[in-house]
């Protein structure tokens, strides 16, 4: 299989079905950003954290798969002649959002309640993961903005949203098991 095809040379990409778009084109740039927030997240996974992250991360990492394919597929060619979906493959699920949020709230038991925001930073891996969580926030406000051009399953938003709670909490787990040191921002007052 080669690497290169030279389709793109004129600044022009495929979607899934063929349609083709320019290569700023809002969902490239959506699915583009879902890709990036997937490298941050193998990033957070090749530090030294727990095995249960690890392996929720990967679970993530297979979601974000699946979230890209959605914002992949053109909505006019999403459905065959046949009248089955040209996406053959199970799309985000309650199931999948229940996931992240159980796991959040795993998190949250083992940490102090948080009484302000806090800076990120604290430890390289803690930074890591505030890193992928803007670039979550990022890919929400994409989705979002397709969504409201050409929609798609209400859930792979949703997954998004609770994935950048879920990279907060765990770089808070994170700065507690790492013992890094947590700076709450704490607004200076007018004199």
Request: aromatic residues 6%; proline residues 4%.
């Amino acid at each position: 299989m080669k690497i290169y095809t030279k389709t793109g040379d004129k600044g022009t990409t495929a979607l899934f079905g063929g349609t083709r778009v320019p290569k700023h084109h809002i969902r490239i740039d959506s699915y583009g950003t879902v890709d990036e927030l997937n490298s941050h997240i193998g990033l957070i996974r090749d530090q030294q954290i727990d095995e249960l992250s690890k392996t929720v991360l990967v679970t993530i990492q297979d979601k974000l798969f699946t979230v890209g394919a959605v914002l992949a597929t053109d909505p006019e060619k999403a459905t065959l002649k046949n009248g089955q979906k040209r996406l053959n493959i199970p799309t985000i699920s309650i199931e999948d959002i229940t996931l992240l949020e159980t796991e959040i709230d795993r998190m949250n038991e083992s940490l102090p309640p948080m009484t302000h925001f806090v800076l990120p930073g604290g430890h390289q891996t803690v930074s890591f993961c505030h890193i992928a969580r803007c670039v979550c926030r990022r890919a929400e406000r994409l989705a979002t903005a397709l969504y409201e051009l050409e929609p798609f399953e209400a859930t792979t938003l949703q997954y998004l949203n609770r994935l950048s709670d879920y990279l907060f909490v765990l770089a808070r787990k994170l700065s507690y098991d790492l013992q890094a040191n947590e700076i709450q921002w704490i607004p200076q007052k007018n004199s």
